[in-house]
């Protein structure tokens, strides 16, 4: 449990990163000319993304070594964003926006960072275009539409592929089912979503937390 919980403390932060930057985001078009196909999925992906309201999923993290946590995510726009991770992960992550809060419940640490300096914080910040950043993947499956978004001026930023299906209840047709975040230290992590629910009442509530520091100074 130790070694994952510092996997965990590693590659959450860059997973809810991913999470957060293409439903607010991610470009109507490319900004360099593409195939009219690809065109027209990326304008789906993103009509799709746009069309979610609120959600609630399951997920499951996946880190490069295999290990595995679940938790729950809640999701309003625009940028709020909790990780509930199960509780034998003792961590959380929420984003109220404007920046990005890591809970580690199991040292009692805090960390918060702007969005803007976040590592993938090009993709996050509103103030950056980032239309040239969104390119479509060929799956070889009409009903698969996978997005690559990289900022291959500041590779420090990482990459985040998002994929997917095409689905008729969703928002647009279609629904994010997993993706893929890779930072610039070559971690790799995969977060996948199942039984998505939209339009369910989210409160901003949802995204309070309790800080761990406070108990620790009284025990002090």
Not at 163 to 191: C, H, M
Request: proline share 7%.
């Amino acid at each position: 449990m130790k070694n994952m919980t510092k996997t965990f403390r590693n590659c959450a932060g860059a997973a809810a990163l991913a999470a957060l930057c293409v439903p607010a985001l991610l470009p109507s078009a490319p900004a360099i000319a593409a195939p009219p196909a690809a065109s027209k999925q990326l304008d789906e992906a993103v009509a799709a993304l746009r069309g979610i309201s609120t959600m609630r999923a399951d997920f499951v993290q996946t880190d490069r070594k295999g290990q595995s946590v679940r938790g729950t995510l809640t999701l309003k726009r625009p940028g709020r964003i909790r990780f509930q991770y199960e509780k034998s992960a003792q961590m959380l992550i929420v984003s109220d926006g404007k920046a990005l809060t890591l809970i580690d419940y199991a040292v009692d640490q805090v960390q918060r960072w702007p969005i803007k300096n976040s590592p993938l914080g090009a993709l996050l910040d509103p103030h950056r275009d980032v239309a040239k950043y969104g390119t479509v993947l060929p799956t070889g499956n009409p009903n698969v539409v996978s997005v690559e978004v990289r900022d291959t001026s500041h590779p420090e930023y990482g990459v985040i592929t998002l994929i997917f299906t095409r689905k008729a209840s969703a928002p647009g047709g279609l629904e994010l089912t997993y993706w893929v975040a890779l930072d610039s230290q070559n971690q790799r992590t995969t977060i996948a979503l199942s039984n998505q629910r939209y339009g369910v009442p989210v409160s901003d509530r949802d995204f309070r937390w309790n800080d761990p520091r406070r108990k620790s100074r009284l025990q002090k």
